[in-house]
Structures are given as C-alpha cells and as structure tokens.
C-alpha cells in the first residue's frame, strides 16, 4: 500500500509539474561476500539532503527531480561508501565492500591477492587507517591495544621485540645475531631492524596482522606471524589530507598526504608527512628536565606509473627519524640476591653515601646521570612492478633500506657513576629482490609461486663502548681485598668493540589452492631457505687506572677482557605446510593447518662469557630453532552485520633461540642460548556487531599458554644470583611476556548524518579499552620480576564529516592507570631492576580536513 501511495504521488506531481523532470529510481544494495540484503544502508543524491533507506529486504526507491545523470551516495555503517552515476531508468544492483575502518575489515593481501578475509584459512586481524588514525594507534606499540595477540616489548628502539602469540623475537634486550620471527612488510618490502616498530605510521590504509607460520606466502622466513602494512596508493583522482592534534605533555602531531595525477591516465604521485613530538613525563632532578620526549618526524613520496592498462609500476621512498631525549627507565624494586650482604644493593649506596630520589617509580622521577638518547634513523627506495596476465599478477619487488642507531644509555638506573656510557652505535644496509606470480591456474587451481633473497650487512659505527665510572669499583667488588678500592683503579675503565655481521638469505616458496568440490579445498605450501652468516668481533679494554701491579690487572680483567673471534656459518632447510579448507556456505568457512617452519642459525654479537678470562668461543653459534604448528578455526558472517571468528592452536619450537643475562658487565646485553623446547598453545575469539547504520561493536579476546618444555642450563634469576648454581633447570616454567588472558573491547555509536556548519557528516562518539593478565618479565621464572595485569580505557567524541573540516576530542588511559611494560635488571646484577613505564592519562584535540 505504502508504494502505491508513493507511486500515486509522484505522478500527480510529475502532471502538475513541467519544469523538472522526476524520476524514480529503483534497486537493492546488499553484502558483496554473501549477497545478503543490507537493512538500513543509506541512498542520498551527492550534493543534497535528497535521500531515503533500504527496507528489510534490502530494497528502496528513491523519488529524484531533476535532470540525468545524477551521482548517487550508498552508504551503510562498517562499509565502504560507493558511488555511482545513474544515467537512466534501470533496475540497481549495488554491493557493499566491509569498510577499512573498522577491526574485521573483508578485503585482504594476506595470501598476495586481494580476496575476502572470510575466505582465507589464516587468522587475521586487519585494521583499516581510519581507525588507526582516530584511536590514536600512531605506532606498533599502540597496535597491540587492538590485536590482542600482539605483544611489543621496547626499552629502546634497538632493543624492541615484536611477538605474536608470544613467539617471535628474544625477551628483553637484543642480541643482533639472530633473526626475528615476526615478518615486518610495508607495501611489500620486508623490515629487518625491529627498530622500524617504534616509528610512527605514516599515511597507512591497512595493517593485517597474520597469525602462525607464513613461509610459504612470504619473501622472509616467519615462524610467529607477520605485520602486512599497505599504504595508500598514489591516485589519479587528486585529493588531501591535513590533520592536526594537540594534547596534554605538550603533544603536538601533524599529518597532511596529497595525490593527484601528473600525467593523465599514466602518471601519478603521493606525498605524505607524519611528525609527533611531546614533552616527557619522566622527571630527571639531576638535569632539570623532563625525559622521554616525542620527537618523530617521516615522509613518504611515491610515483604511479600505468604505461599500460595491465601493467602497474610504483616506486617509493621514504625517510623517518626519531631524536627523543629519552626512552630512560625508572627505578623500579629491588631484589635480594644470594650473594654476600656487602654486595647487596641497598648497602652498597650506603657505603656510597647515596640514596635514590625515589622508590615508587610512579612517581615518574630519576637522577641519572648519563644523557639518555635514542637516534634511530630508517629509510629507503623500493620499486614495485604488478604485470597483470593470465589470470593473475607476476609482482617483482626490489629494495634498498638502511638503518642508523645513535643511543645514549644509564644503564645502572642511578644517579652514581657506575656505568658512565653504554652505546652501540650501529649502522644497517638491506637490499632485498622477490619475485612471485599469484594466480589461477585452472578454474580449481590456484597458486602463489615466489624467490625471495636478502643481504644485510650490519656494523659498529664506529665502536660499540662501554665505560665504567668512579663509582663501579663498589658494585662489582666480589671479595673485601682492600686493592678493590685503590683509587682511580675502574674509572674511567672500559670496551670499545667493533663488529660486522653480513648476512645472506635465500628462499623458493610456493602456496597451492587445489578446489576439489564446490566446498572442500587443500592447499600445501612448501619452502627451501639457504641462509649465510659472517660475523667479525674484535673488543679491546681501554683507560682506568695505568698499573703493571698483576694483582690490579687481575682485577680489571674481572670487570673487562679483550676478546676477538670470527665465525663463518651456514645451513639449509625444507619446511611447508598442509591446509585443509571446508566451506559449505559463504557465509562460513571452516579450516586446519599442520606446517613445520624454521629460523636460521644465529650467532653472537653482543659479546660472550669467560672462564678464567677466556671467551667460551663454542658460544659463539646457537642452532637454528625447529618450529611444528598445528591450527584450527573457523571463520563466520551469521548476519551482514556480524562476524566471528575462533581459532586454537599449538606450536612447539625444538632449540628455542633466547638471550641468558649474565653478571658479566662485558656481556651487558646477554647472550644467544637454546633452550631445548618450548610450547605455547591456545585459542583466540574476535567478532564485530553492526547495528543498523548507527552503532558497531568490535572485541577479541586471546588466551596463551606458554612454557618451557625443556631449559635445563637456563640463568638463574635475579634473587638467585650468587648461589651455588650459575645455570638452573627451569622446565615446566612459563615464557617470559605472556599474559595468559588478553583482549580488547571497542565500539562507535553514529548519530544521523546531518548538515553542521555547511559539512554533511555525522556525530560520533568511540571507545576502545584493552586488558590483559599478569605475565612475567625474566627469561627465568622469578619471583619478583612478574608484571601485575592491568587494563586501559581509551574515548573520542566528536563530528566526522564526508569531506571538509572534521573535529575530535580523544583521551587515552583516561582512568590514569599506572602500569608496567617491562621490568629490567640493572647490569652487574646488583639486585635492583627498573621499569619501562606506561604511559599516563593523555587527552587533546583532532582537527582534520579533507579536499576531493
């Protein structure tokens, strides 16, 4: 009766009427995946307030008076917007994409060709750049706030893990000669430094996050997962962006990209900027100064070259700095090891006549005396060519990136002289080539067939240097000799190291997608990796007190030796993996992985332990680790606006890479062990729910499992430092960094589109909390090095237009929670330990503007 009325209606008007035409235009907008009717999902002329909905079947008609062709605005919340021009009378059939803006976006690259996330047997969590960009995950650091099973760890950025499931890089400081386990891509490219984690995001379009081994899809060898980052695209079609925020601490962050085409229809070009600074909340009353300040700043350009309609060549360049005056760490606890009373921290600072400025590090103040500075330069070219033929696309990606570390570190966490300097200046070149061709094969075989290889070459630049203070003598004294406390005998005392590690890596790798019925697929993948190491480390002692006495050099020597080795190794490897696909309607999909995967055989850079003075030189090497993982899940859309999706799993790792702290200052940052094996299982639950046009809600939750199987020469911890024992038998331990429960929780609540000061947008208001479970912070279980859970609640408020000025007012950890990060022992093992802090309650405004 309704569309009579209106049918009625719209010809007595188009009687009365001659001036305008009227029209009526007719269609359905439904989900592209699945088909089904999207309810509610907006159609408005572009330009006008002119509009109507879909009724529950997906259906609507629009009255429209004026001249043809008119632009038409479909729209539907956790989707992307369509237009599209309607020329004459005609039925329309318009399909809906889910949008980039929200956490379960549809559209991947995970397997190297865009197709539907539902589709693809793998866990992943994609973020699209809208909701990076609104929730303020302007780095890696903050990604993991909204993909649970993502753990970050940085005291600095050299020393970053990035772990997914746990599994990925060592805990706690790095050692450089080992590779990391979490692949890190942007547009292609792979990152070897994990130092590119701490930098800021710059212009992205989407992250997926992968989960499990990939080797089999990607150039580098991933035995955890994988960070896939796509920016956006240079565009023909010109458009910018200028975004600005202001916020507590002195926060100030601007960020502008404009696109637009050079040359019609074959060039064009992308300009990006990102710059963040603020000042510290670590209050330094030694210096007068606040510490751990933001100061980023990254710009991307690239060139899109379309010399045919098949043929895609993108070349991009980019640069991005960090110089904070930062990354310190806060006195945190101290722990009282089995060694004598003499050597306990508390009464050698008495004996020192010194006492820390204070003991709760959330009263965020230090004394430090050495400068804390953290230089972390990355950049490069990358050149992309996409040839399109056959049924798919032959993609050749070769890179150029390089790597400056320029640190400054207190590394005893006091305002005594004890380790007056503790820098490893270092200087990273990359270049990488990959070849793949990712395609169909037959109308039920498809495949990803790639070659992969990587050269590094990483160096001192141009000394690593350690150097002890006047205060040091007391804090490594192991005896009550008097000859401990000659004057001068340690100040000034110290290493100076140069190292040089060149790398090579290469792989063949092919994935295989066999449809055998209509919904039952498999899909192996196979891998060969040829992995080469050259390592030459030179250390040589310098300064303290001049002396020929043997009894003082004997005592030097306790502190610092010189020490030279060479290493030269090599190995190969086959691994793959059986994926076992079965979907009986589009909506669900069901699947289950058994791969082997594998990490290269590392080797030490940091220095290696002595005995009786001499390096132990069968350190040196550590053997590869040895990766079996089994997978199942299920992938679900029981609505068009819901989603979820389960996965459980199982990975165990034979000869576990992982770094053993040790007393010996010359080994300040640790050394490469294996532990025997190791296992983490368990199972990870994510869903959104799209109401209407109006409110989304998002969650994952993720519970981890893991443990030492076997760790039989594992350092003891710190309460055990000077026991009987040097090495202690810790199976049946937990890993270090891993909470066994961890989640996030978010939504966005839409008000109507409307008309506010000439913009057509709407408002919004958006949150996103983030949990997790306690989890320890030692490589061996301690009692004292354990981080208590703690969660954080994070809110924006404000009006989203389509094009034109949108404003917001965000907070972050607005219930100002204090929590740790990261828990660290000082060098030399003296008892006390500091903390990566947390940052405190944030809050400030966004202003963006956007031209079409």
């Known amino acids: 009766m309704k569309k009579i009325v209106t049918f009625f209606t719209v010809f007595l008007l188009l009687g009365g009427f001659g001036a305008e035409a009227q029209h009526l235009i007719r269609g359905r907008v439904t989900d592209n995946d699945d088909g089904q009717p999207l309810p509610g999902a907006s159609i408005r002329v572009k330009g006008t307030s002119v509009g109507v909905t879909t009724d529950d079947e997906g259906n609507f008609l629009l009255e429209f008076t004026g001249e043809l062709p008119v632009r038409l605005e479909f729209s539907y919340l956790g989707y992307t917007t369509k237009e599209f021009t309607v020329t004459g009378a005609g039925f329309l059939n318009v399909t809906l994409l889910p949008s980039s803006a929200f956490l379960a976006e549809v559209v991947v690259s995970a397997r190297r060709r865009n197709e539907s996330a539902l589709e693809v047997p793998i866990p992943v969590s994609v973020i699209g750049g809208g909701k990076i960009e609104e929730t303020g995950a302007f780095n890696v650091n903050r990604i993991k706030e909204l993909v649970p099973s993502v753990q970050l760890y940085s005291s600095n950025p050299r020393n970053t893990t990035l772990n997914i499931r746990g599994l990925g890089s060592t805990f706690g400081l790095t050692n450089d000669g080992i590779d990391p386990g979490v692949g890190f891509y942007v547009d292609g490219v792979y990152y070897a430094r994990p130092a590119v984690t701490t930098l800021d995001f710059i212009d992205i379009d989407r992250i997926e996050v992968l989960r499990g081994p990939q080797g089999t899809l990607f150039g580098k060898n991933t035995t955890a997962g994988a960070f896939n980052i796509t920016t956006r695209k240079a565009s023909f079609d010109p458009s910018s962006v200028f975004e600005t925020s202001f916020g507590k601490y002195g926060f100030v962050q601007a960020k502008s990209s404009v696109t637009g085409g050079l040359i019609a229809n074959r060039l064009a070009g992308r300009i990006s900027f990102s710059g963040t600074q603020r000042n510290g909340t670590v209050y330094n009353v030694a210096r007068d100064e606040h510490v751990n300040t933001l100061n980023n700043i990254g710009f991307r350009g690239q060139l899109l070259f379309t010399p045919h309609e098949d043929i895609d060549i993108t070349l991009i360049g980019d640069l991005s700095s960090q110089k904070p005056n930062g990354y310190a760490q806060v006195f945190a606890g101290v722990v009282k090891t089995q060694r004598p009373e003499f050597r306990q921290f508390d009464r050698i600072i008495a004996d020192l006549g010194y ?498």
Request: overall charge negative; hydrophobic content about 35%.
């Open 355 to 852: 006492e820390l400025p204070s003991r709760n590090p959330f009263d965020r103040v230090i004394d430090h005396d050495t400068p804390w500075r953290s230089l972390n330069q990355l950049g490069g070219l990358s050149l992309n060519a996409d040839v399109h033929f056959a049924g798919g696309t032959l993609t050749s990606t070769t890179a150029w990136r390089y790597w400056n570390w320029g640190p400054s570190n207190d590394r005893d966490f006091t305002g005594l002289p004890v380790l007056n300097l503790s820098q490893a200046p270092s200087r990273h070149d990359q270049w990488s080539q990959e070849i793949r061709y990712a395609g169909d094969f037959t109308t039920r075989l498809s495949a990803v067939i790639g070659v992969f290889v990587l050269a590094q070459n990483l160096r001192s630049d141009p000394v690593h240097t350690q150097e002890s203070g006047a205060a040091q003598w007391r804090f490594v004294q192991n005896t009550q000799d008097p000859l401990w406390e000659t004057p001068g005998l340690l100040e000034g005392y110290g290493i100076k190291t140069t190292n040089r590690l060149k790398s090579f890596s290469g792989a063949v790798f092919a994935n295989v997608d066999w449809k055998i019925g209509e919904t039952f697929h498999v899909l192996p993948g196979i891998r060969f990796n040829y992995d080469t190491k050259d390592v030459d480390y030179t250390r040589e002692t310098y300064g303290g007190l001049p002396t020929d006495d043997p009894e003082l050099l004997a005592l030097k020597n306790r502190v610092y030796s010189d020490q030279q080795f060479t290493t030269d190794v090599s190995n190969t490897n086959f691994s793959g993996q059986l994926t076992l696909k079965y979907q009986p309607v589009k909506s669900f999909n069901t699947y289950g992985t058994f791969s082997t995967s594998y990490k290269p055989i590392g080797v030490n850079l940091g220095g290696l332990p002595t005995e009786n003075g001499e390096p132990l030189l069968d350190l040196a090497e550590v053997k590869p680790e040895y990766v079996t993982h089994i997978e199942a899940g299920f992938k679900s859309k029981p609505t068009p606006g819901t989603a979820l999706n389960v996965t459980f799993y199982n990975t165990a790792i034979r000869d576990f890479q992982t770094v053993v702290q040790t007393p010996e200052l010359g080994v300040n940052r640790g050394y490469l062990s294996n532990a025997g094996k190791v296992r983490v299982r368990g199972a990870e639950l994510e869903g959104h729910v799209y109401y209407g046009e109006y409110l989304s809600l998002f969650g994952s939750v993720a519970y981890t499992e893991g443990k030492y199987i076997k760790f039989e020469n594992a350092p003891v911890p710190l309460e055990e430092v000077g026991g009987t024992q040097a090495f202690k038998d810790v199976s049946g331990g937990r890993l270090p960094g891993i909470s066994n429960w961890a989640g996030t929780v978010g939504g966005e609540l839409h008000s109507d589109r409307i008309t506010f000061r000439k913009q057509s947008g709407s408002f919004f208001f958006g949150f996103d909390s983030f949990f997790r479970s306690g989890f320890s912070s030692s490589p061996s279980p301690s009692r004292y090095l354990n981080i208590p859970g703690y969660g954080i609640l994070n809110a924006r408020f404000g009006f989203r237009a389509e094009e034109g000025l949108t404003v917001f007012v965000w907070g972050r950890n607005i219930l100002d929670k204090d929590y740790f990060e990261q828990l660290l022992p000082a060098s030399g093992s003296a008892g006390h330990y500091a903390a990566v802090l947390g940052d405190p309650l944030t809050y400030g405004v966004t202003l963006k503007y956007e031209f079409r």
